[in-house]
């Protein structure tokens, strides 16, 4: 009797650990409708998976020792009606999961704008009000180790470890990661898509409930992984316009120096804000030359396509302590290279943005 009470607990355990399914309940429409694909889709499998186990069941019950009704047919070989069930009823399933699964992969792209705010509320064109016109809200995402940064390019403003975005408003997250691969996830609002070095992801979402919700990492990166969440805030308009202006109000500045400390390894860093970011930093942290000593990627490419550096480009190669375990402060120092800029730092500031410093300094090299 111990043991039976034990085993009629069990069932109350396993509810109890599913007291806030927010993959099941969802505030964002892109959520609810991968949410609704689950679904379906765990549905239409258990129209195969649950007859086939109750037929098991029925079958070594029906043909047991002691049941003398049990007719004994060592002859049987086949049945044309039992060869169609087994064969079309499994077909139409995967017919019916393949056409939900190719659906779902092109129309929940998460490079693709969102197409409506909600099942009710599609999304109209109408100039001059980005609520209404499905004018995306910006942010620019880095994840560091092991906290993550946003930034957002039109308000001119960054926050760590925090992210807002009005409700009912498509919002556009770029990705990118500082060292090592993560995965942004907010499962509220969408699924996770991966944070990788040198490259950029995106994710298109809406959030139709306002409320906190809880965002982390989804992929291991280091040992600060586990605390390495942040709070998504669904807010309205006007609570997004005060959020802002509290941002502009309480926060310092973010430089490429300032950047460069706060991507050194630190755990459990507290909500920050920043007033002004310096311009061209999220394209500096995606190419990887934050450090202005440094050669962009994108101009590397751009050298690389008109023929490469020939022999000169030995020049721009210079020995140093890898950045990792000196800027970072992460361990041992060990000797390697990089590229360096073609041009100093104070050519870089004189000289304007990237391509310009491109342009000017390839004919050098020919």
């Known amino acids: 009797m111990r043991h ?4 009629l607990v069990l069932p109350l355990i396993l509810l109890t650990g599913g007291c806030n399914l927010v993959l099941l309940s969802p505030a964002g429409d892109v959520a ?11 549905v239409l499998m258990l129209l195969i998976i ?47 999961l393949g056409a939900l699964t190719w659906l ?48 957002y390019p039109e ?22 990661s500082s060292s090592v691969m993560n995965s942004l996830f907010i499962p509220a609002l969408a ?41 998504f805030k669904g807010v309205d308009e006007g609570d997004f316009s005060a959020w802002v202006d509290k941002v502009k109000k309480e926060g310092g500045g973010l430089s490429r120096a300032d950047y460069l400390k706060l991507e050194r390894p630190s755990e459990k860093e507290p909500v920050r804000y920043y007033n002004a970011v310096d311009a061209g930093l999220y394209d500096a942290i995606l190419n990887m030359c934050v450090d202005r000593a440094k050669m962009c990627m994108h101009d590397m490419a751009a050298i690389d396509a008109r023929g490469g550096g020939g022999r000169e480009g030995i020049n721009t190669v210079m020995s140093l302590t890898y950045d990792k375990a000196v800027r970072r402060g992460t361990g041992k120092t060990q000797q390697a290279t990089f590229v360096t800029a ?25």
């Open 50 to 96: 649950i007859p086939v186990m109750a037929l098991t069941i029925a079958f070594a019950w029906h043909y047991r020792e002691g049941n003398k009704k049990a007719v004994y047919d060592p002859d049987f070989h086949h049945s044309i009606g039992l060869e169609v069930v087994i064969w079309s009823a499994p077909l139409l399933i995967i017919v019916a």
């Open 155 to 176: 308000q001119g403003i960054a926050s760590l470890n925090e992210v807002a975005a009005p409700v009912d408003r498509p919002i556009e997250f770029r990705i990118t």
């Open 342 to 366: 073609l041009c100093t730092p104070a050519d870089a500031y004189g000289l304007g943005n990237a391509s310009t410093v491109s342009a000017a300094a390839t004919p050098r090299l020919n």
């Open 191 to 231: 699924g996770q898509i991966y944070a990788m070095p040198g490259m950029q992801t995106r994710l298109n979402a809406v959030i139709n409930k306002a409320g906190d919700y809880e965002g982390f990492s989804a992929n291991y990166s280091g040992a600060g992984f586990s605390h390495m969440r942040f709070t």
């Open 104 to 151: 779902g992969t092109h129309l929940l792209d998460p490079y693709r704008s969102v197409s409506r705010i909600s099942a009710s509320k599609p999304i109209v064109s109408s100039v001059g009000d980005p609520m209404v016109s499905g004018k995306p809200l910006v942010v620019q995402v880095v994840a560091l180790d092991w906290k993550w940064l946003f930034l």
């Open 4 to 7: 039976l009470r034990l085993l």
């Open 32 to 42: 609810l409708q991968q949410r609704n694909l689950l679904i379906a889709s765990t």
